[in-house]
């Protein structure tokens, strides 16, 4: 089953910058971009939230067109849209990273709540 996902031209500025407004969100675009290039499955990021939670966060940037979630029999893998995000938005995308990218990596958050 394939999800929909937004054309470039669906992007929209004001909604992208909404669904990062989200700590959780933008700590997942972090940790994407640390691995850029790189599909993660949907467990890479349970230290941020719960599944149910993480399925919410995950939704909400797909349709804001800033991942691409494909799934892969019973897993799910996401990706960063960078190059569509960036055709639409060109420097946008590296301005959030800069920040969201400081976060702390996963392993570290999980240290710190502990």
Request: hydrophobic share 45%; glycine share 6%; net charge positive.
């Amino acid at each position: 089953m394939m999800l929909p996902h937004p054309t470039v031209d669906q992007i929209s500025l004001p909604h992208v910058l909404a669904v990062l407004g989200d700590p959780t969100r933008l700590a997942i675009l972090g940790d994407l971009a640390r691995r850029e290039g790189t599909a993660l499955a949907c467990s890479n990021f349970i230290d941020l939230a719960s599944k149910s939670n993480l399925s919410y966060h995950f939704a909400k940037m797909r349709e804001a067109g800033i991942i691409r979630v494909e799934p892969r029999g019973t897993a799910r893998l996401i990706s960063l849209r960078r190059a569509d995000l960036d055709a639409r938005f060109p420097g946008l995308l590296d301005s959030i990273i800069a920040t969201a990218i400081t976060l702390p990596p996963p392993e570290k958050r999980l240290a710190t709540t502990a």
